[in-house]
């Protein structure tokens, strides 16, 4: 992909300050974007690319409603892009009686109405261009639930039939749906200070290096996937050369889904 392919065009990420959200919004704006990144909290890398220039952060926490009408005002009158990518993953070490309701409205406000709110602030911009990608971070649990993420997984699988429902409404007025699904990567959520490695080991009596050994043993690659392989596939769906693609769930996890 050349760097000129998104020159001239809007994109919107969320959960843009870390992983897999700073991987995507580094590499739309190297791809010539000008993107409008939002998230509760900034970080060095995405203060390195606002420093840059064609990157703005705006702050907001997307579990409040009017969260998402803000962010997409401030790309103002264009959103050729959408990447919903916030989202989090808490492991129910105790099981799923120990998952509360409060619980399951924070997981299903962020992994699942937040993506939704910001598609319905952004999509009549698009519709009135008559064109506009959305993408948004699913995970290999909408497929391959896990109980230890039992309300992620819930909130992932109806972010996929969400996702496939719009592509088939909006998709004849030229905005195209799609999800990408990640097993496994190298983000903070996972190997990070409370991700998923830290909290499985203190409860299964492992090292956070045994559970991630684990885990890569999983996949046919024996690795986990990097956020910036994750952004590639995003900025394939983002750009023309998947001007067909629609109403599809894209799958990168090293071989970790069983293939029947």
Not at 29 to 41: D, I, L, N
Not at 227 to 237: I, R, S, Y
Request: aromatic letters at 4%.
């Amino acid at each position: 992909m050349t760097s000129e392919e998104l020159q001239g065009r809007t994109a919107v990420v969320t959960g843009a300050s870390k992983g897999i959200g700073l991987a995507v919004t580094r590499a739309l704006a190297a791809a010539g974007a000008t993107v409008v990144a939002g998230s509760r909290t900034t970080s060095e890398g995405l203060d390195a690319l606002v420093k840059e220039g064609s990157v703005t952060w705006v702050p907001v926490d997307l579990t409040e409603p009017e969260a998402a009408g803000q962010l997409v005002a401030a790309a103002g009158t264009r959103v050729d892009v959408l990447v919903n990518n916030v989202g989090s993953a808490p492991a129910r070490t105790g099981g799923f009686l120990s998952v509360t309701d409060e619980d399951w409205r924070r997981s299903v406000d962020l992994n699942l109405l937040a993506a939704v709110r910001v598609t319905r602030a952004a999509l009549p911009v698009m519709l009135a261009a008559g064109a506009g990608s959305v993408i948004t971070i699913a995970s290999v649990n909408a497929t391959l639930p896990d109980p230890l993420v039992i309300d992620y997984s819930a909130g992932k699988a109806a972010l996929v039939a969400f996702s496939k429902a719009l592509s088939k409404e909006v998709g004849p007025r030229g905005i195209r749906v799609n999800t990408v699904s990640p097993g496994p990567v190298e983000t903070e959520l996972w190997l990070g200070d409370g991700g998923v490695a830290e909290t499985v080991s203190a409860a299964a009596g492992l090292t956070p290096e045994e559970v991630v050994a684990q885990a890569s043993g999983a996949m046919a690659t024996g690795r986990f996937s990097k956020p910036t392989e994750v952004a590639d596939l995003v900025l394939f769906l983002a750009g023309d050369r998947a001007g067909n693609i629609t109403g599809s769930d894209l799958v990168i996890d090293g071989g970790f889904i069983p293939t029947s």
